[in-house]
């Protein structure tokens, strides 16, 4: 994003409100709902499910993570990463009035254990 999109998000001087206490909302609702946004993908009991949102002046942007949990035998990655496609794109909604031109990108899964396949962990 530009740098002034940036400042106006630190700032809370954005016209919609508050963008990364409603982006991270909004992930955490998205964890929630992530059976009935990807089709086949089964509904999980989640325990715990959360998003961080930090300023990265070098990109100029920010850098979104989250976590999902539950108790169950199985991975929680697809949750995990609608957490934060769907808070970046909150962050864009509610930004785009200050920087269309935002790029949402590098969406990528860290780490994983459970499920089937295991654990895993990028390199």
């Known amino acids: 994003m530009s740098a002034d999109a940036l400042v106006a998000i630190e700032r809370n001087a954005v016209a919609k409100g508050d963008v990364m206490a409603t982006a991270r909302i909004a992930g955490i609702m998205a964890a929630k709902k992530t059976a009935e946004?990807?089709?086949l993908c089964h509904p999980l009991p989640l325990t715990d499910a959360g998003v961080d949102i930090e300023v990265d002046r070098s990109l100029p942007g920010l850098r979104v993570t989250a976590w999902a949990s539950t108790k169950g035998r199985t991975g929680?990655?697809?949750e995990a990463l609608t957490a934060v496609t769907v808070a970046l794109l909150t962050v864009y909604d509610m930004?785009?009035?200050v920087d269309r031109g935002m790029e949402i990108s590098g969406v990528r899964l860290v780490e994983k254990r459970g499920g089937k396949s295991g654990d895993?962990?990028?390199q």
């Open 37 to 39: 946004l990807i089709p």
């Open 76 to 78: 929680v990655e697809m």
């Open 120 to 122: 895993w962990k990028r």
């Open 95 to 97: 930004a785009k009035a």
